[in-house]
């Protein structure tokens, strides 16, 4: 046999067409024949050919470049309507409520009759047959259930819908105070008794919680049963191991017993159980709330029913209100008028891709509807391989194809119906505006983003000869499949049909197309499950398979990988995952799971526990877990948007130098040099792709210091009268400062000043390495590190003792003691590209041993230097800087959800707008996150405040 197998049911060459090669037929010549009138066409035999009647009714735009804003929103109101017409015609919710109510009337009359018969003798399948069929429906109703859920949700999210593009024209019209459309929808509202619908309500929530509780308990059972089962295993095993376990250590105390083999057996036997690993104790079953059964029904029931009182709403749309005038409408709407008036559209027909008729050209009206009400009745001699519809556009010379779509072959018995069918069409053309036309196929647009799209209204079937004969072309129709396709070997017999079927909806292939017929005919018997078995050598799909699903989710380096490709904050930084299951660290993953389970207790214990005041502490640790998972909620959201690279990170190209940036250079070579007053250059930043080739370092530069303080000059005193006899070498200063700075775990110092207000003027350089050598904004904003100033005074103590030696001899002992720090972190110089100033030092409150107040003969003659800040702290002037310069981070362009209308937060953004174009230097803010990660307006979080009960 010949082995073909593939892992795709279908193969890749059918994607959109099938290949020329299948083409067996040959497409038949065309034959120019001169026009007949239609009762010469009606009068013909079937030996003669077929007769084909094409109606066009109308064709409407779903969507065109030269629609405004609120034709936009029309359309989607008018959609939105059609789907809520048709729901309501088909009334799927009210049948289901009814199926669900005679369901739960059957079981109960079941649960009847149960009790009453224990009465009588009942036989092992009578009472099987029973039990079954309770489960059945049980079953029923649960699946009945579900369905009404989900389609009762529905409802309620599509009259929601409605009513908000309602809400958005009304407001569109209010602002450009002019109509573009004549749509108009009608609101009617029935009022309701509000204590039948509260009593009724009350009624099914009873029942719908009495039945999930009998799901949820049974499933408890179960769950408790199997606890059951394990918790005996285990302390059986428990057992055993302890008993092995002791009779080792009395074998250890023990001398060996006459019985050598049975001896050495049982010692054998004991080493194994003892080897082998514990079975961890399980855990039991957590019992079923009724209170959290109680809130999910609710939830639900908010989610489908109407609340008690809320009238019924029924709509109606009409087209009934009136379009302004073009001379009372601004500029903008005026040119989109005009434009659209001189677009003139038509439709071509073609058979077997040619042109055989087309519709005469005419103007859409403003609501872009073209009506055509013709029919068109062609001669052909053969079997049609293909009819297309072709959506042309034009003023005056041009002309352009919108869009084509192809009609389905008629049958032998299919004649005109007596309604008409409609089929979509769709182009792909980008077209944008510079007056009020919103365009198409633009991404970035509000409006514009849709692709223009529309519906045409046709009947098409064969004529109907004098005797009521139908007039179909003679021979057997084009066979869209033939016998020695190759298609059939390209198709897995056992191909699962609800992959197939999935993959052919998502496809979006169009079965109208005679080149994709034999496709989409092998697909639909797939999905059917109808495909039948070739004779060809094949391996089964689950043959391929070299571990289960359980052992998929039990593998942890599987499970590091997949959250590091999710870009979880704790797995994000792993550049290699061992290969070997058992050199995987296991603390990180077992850790977050831990997290992730703790967050999930809290969430569920919030409602339960919201009924008593926390105490200070919990309130604390309960808050610190909420930001903590918010904060890890919006890494998690955000993180592709903020790790987005650039251009300039992937591509290095120098700039090329201008004849501007020439004469700079060239001017500042006769510009006056002031060495006094240096300026700093400016350095250009350096991208990922640039940094491969350089080392980054953290430059740090210690200018100065201010008020250090001096040493006591009791201190030598007291140490002299506890008997010390150390000398202190003190030179002319009573304080030797020096500055140690720590990065990265590098330390670095500055050499030794003298006096209290010392100068250094030196630079030290840290290599800075980024996580992963990973340069990116995204990478770098994780950087955790901080930069450590540590202000020391050198103590230099002399501890020989004999005088006689000090020519020869050196013996000196080097003390540093901590006068003040600086901490900051890397990501203040980060995102502000350098750290300059003065800055106070962290100090101890009491410094033992020194003072602020210098001698008067370290500071004769010195003035108080200029700027020089306030001696009740000691200060240092530093410079800090990343060397080259590294790009800043960005702000986030991620569009944040909101429950707030569309409106407010136009509005807001409007007034941001304005206003920072006015004050540069101020920051606005309208709307903030709130705990959920959604923007809120920042005026809901504002509230009175009470005054003092002094002042009233």
């Excluded at 890749?12 to 001169?34: G, M």
Aim: charged content about 30%; proline content about 6%; glycine content about 4%.
């Amino acid at each position: 046999g010949s082995l073909d197998r593939l892992d795709n049911p279908i193969s890749d060459q059918f994607y959109h067409h099938l290949p020329l090669d299948l083409e067996t037929e040959e497409e038949p010549l065309t034959v120019f024949v001169r026009p007949r009138g239609s009762e010469c066409l009606q009068s013909l035999s079937p030996d003669d050919g077929g007769v084909l009647d094409v109606e066009l009714s109308h064709l409407t735009f779903a969507h065109h470049p030269l629609f405004s804003p609120e034709h936009v929103l029309a359309s989607q109101l008018t959609q939105a309507y059609n789907t809520y017409v048709e729901r309501a015609a088909a009334g799927i919710t009210k049948i289901l409520r009814n199926k669900l109510l005679v369901l739960r009337q059957s079981l109960a009359k079941l649960r009847q009759i149960r009790p009453d018969s224990k009465r009588h003798y009942k036989t092992v399948h009578e009472e099987i047959d029973s039990t079954r069929r309770l489960e059945i429906y049980r079953k029923e109703i649960h699946d009945c259930y579900e369905e009404f859920v989900a389609e009762a949700e529905r409802d309620r999210i599509l009259l929601a819908n409605i009513l908000k593009i309602w809400k958005s024209i009304k407001h569109l019209r209010r602002s450009n105070k002019y109509y573009s459309t004549s749509l108009k929808l009608i609101i009617k509202k029935e009022d309701v008794n509000k204590e039948d619908e509260e009593e009724k309500r009350k009624e099914e929530l009873e029942e719908e919680v009495k039945e999930l509780l009998e799901e949820y308990e049974e499933e408890y059972t179960k769950k408790m049963k199997k606890y059951e089962r394990k918790m005996t295993e285990w302390k059986a095993a428990h057992k055993k191991r302890k008993e092995a376990k002791k009779r080792q250590q009395q074998r250890q105390k023990s001398a060996l017993s006459e019985n050598l083999e049975g001896f050495l057996l049982q010692a054998a036997q004991d080493e194994t159980i003892l080897s082998s690993p514990e079975i961890s104790k399980p855990q039991p079953p957590r019992p079923v709330d009724k209170h959290k059964v109680q809130l999910e029904v609710l939830e639900v029931f908010s989610r489908t029913r109407r609340p008690p009182g809320e009238p019924i709403i029924q709509l109606e749309l009409s087209q009934s209100s009136s379009v302004m005038e073009n001379n009372i409408c601004p500029e903008q709407e005026r040119r989109r008028r005009e434009a659209a008036s001189k677009v003139r559209v038509w439709v071509k027909v073609l058979i077997n891709n040619k042109l055989v008729t087309q519709t005469p050209s005419a103007n859409f009206g403003n609501d872009f509807t073209l009506h055509i009400g013709q029919t068109y009745r062609m001669a052909l001699s053969s079997w049609p391989r293909s009819i297309v519809l072709q959506v042309m556009e034009g003023a005056s010379l041009r002309q352009t194809l919108v869009a084509s779509t192809f009609l389905p072959v008629p049958s032998k018995t299919n004649i005109c119906k007596d309604i008409f069918d409609s089929i979509h069409f769709s182009g792909n053309q980008v077209v944008s505006y510079k007056h009020e036309g919103v365009g198409c196929g633009l991404p970035e647009s509000e409006y514009g983003h849709h692709l223009t799209c529309g519906v045409v209204h046709y009947r098409l079937g064969w004529a109907l000869g004098e005797e009521g004969e139908i007039l179909a072309p003679t021979g057997p129709p084009p066979s869209t499949v033939s016998t020695h396709s190759p298609l059939k070997s390209h198709l897995h017999p056992r191909a699962n049909p609800a992959v197939v079927k999935k993959w052919l909806e998502n496809a979006r292939i169009d079965p109208n197309d005679p080149s994709n017929a034999a496709l989409v005919n092998h697909l639909q018997k797939a999905a059917s499950g109808k495909s039948k078995p070739t004779t060809y050598f094949e391996i089964d799909s689950y043959e391929g398979d070299f571990c289960t699903e359980a052992d998929l989710d039990a593998s942890v380096r599987l499970r590091v990988l997949q959250l590091r490709a999710e870009d979880v904050p704790e797995f994000r930084r792993l550049k290699l995952v061992p290969a070997i299951e058992s050199e995987v660290l296991r603390k990180t993953l077992e850790k977050y799971e831990n997290k992730m389970a703790v967050g999930t207790e809290t969430g569920e214990v919030k409602e339960s526990k919201s009924h008593y005041l926390w105490e200070l502490d919990e309130r604390w640790e309960r808050v610190e877990k909420l930001l903590a998972s918010l904060r890890r909620h919006m890494l998690q959201r955000y993180a592709q948007a903020s790790s987005a690279p650039k251009l300039e990170d992937l591509v290095r190209e120098e700039s090329i130098p201008d004849i501007g940036s020439l004469g700079t250079s060239l001017l500042s070579v006769f510009k006056a040099r002031r060495p006094l007053k240096p300026e700093r250059k400016k350095r250009h930043q350096v991208r990922g792709v640039a940094l491969g080739d350089q080392n980054v370092q953290l430059i740090v530069h210690v200018a100065r210091a201010f008020h250090v303080p001096v040493r006591c000059e009791s201190s030598r005193s007291n140490a002299v009268q506890q008997g010390h006899s150390v000398d202190v070498i003190q030179g002319n200063s009573l304080v030797r400062p020096y500055v140690e700075a720590t990065f990265q775990r590098s330390v670095l110092r500055t050499s030794v000043a003298e006096g209290p207000n010392p100068t250094w003027n030196q630079q030290l350089s840290f290599p800075f390495k980024a996580p992963n050598d990973n340069f990116s904004p995204s990478s770098l904003q994780t950087v955790t590190d901080n930069v450590y100033l540590h202000l020391f005074d050198e103590v230099i103590h002399d501890l020989l003792e004999d005088d006689r030696l000090r020519d020869s001899t050196i013996y000196h002992r080097i003390e540093k003691r901590w006068l003040g720090s600086l901490k900051i972190p890397f990501s203040t110089i980060y995102c502000n590209a350098k750290i300059e100033g003065t800055f106070s030092l962290e100090e101890p409150v009491v410094l033992l041993g020194y003072s602020r107040e210098s001698p008067p003969s370290v500071n004769l003659g010195i003035s108080k230097p200029k700027g020089e800040p306030n001696r009740s702290a000691t200060h240092l002037s530093i410079y800090i800087t990343l060397e080259p310069t590294l790009p800043p981070p960005e702000p986030l362009k991620a569009q944040f959800e909101s429950s707030e209308p569309e409106e407010v937060l136009s509005a807001g953004s409007d007034w941001v707008a304005t206003l920072s174009s006015r004050y540069s230097n101020r920051n606005f803010r309208t709307h903030v996150l709130d705990l959920s990660g959604k923007l809120v307006c920042l005026n809901r979080f504002i509230r009175p405040l009470k005054p003092p009960e002094e002042l009233i």
